[in-house]
């Protein structure tokens, strides 16, 4: 696992949103924790919210 994720846009170079992730356990059991949720799910939720505008674009 990485210590930093970045959200790339639709656009070449486009960085939306830069996340650094602070989880001192790396084993397979950090799935498990709340802290690795909350890190999935504000990444899903850019992914989503990204999506969308994407859409709303094309329409």
């Known amino acids: ?11 070449p170079g ?4 830069v996340m650094t992730i602070n989880l001192s356990d790396r084993s397979p059991l ?4 709340t802290t ?3 890190y ?3 990444l899903m939720d ?3 919210q990204h ?3 994407a859409i709303a674009k094309c329409a």
């Open 1 to 11: 696992m990485s210590n930093r994720i970045y959200a790339l846009g639709a656009r």
């Open 14 to 17: 486009t960085v939306r949103k």
């Open 30 to 33: 950090i799935k498990r924790h």
């Open 36 to 38: 690795f949720h909350d």
């Open 40 to 42: 999935r799910d504000e």
């Open 46 to 48: 850019l992914l989503r």
């Open 51 to 53: 999506g969308k505008e």
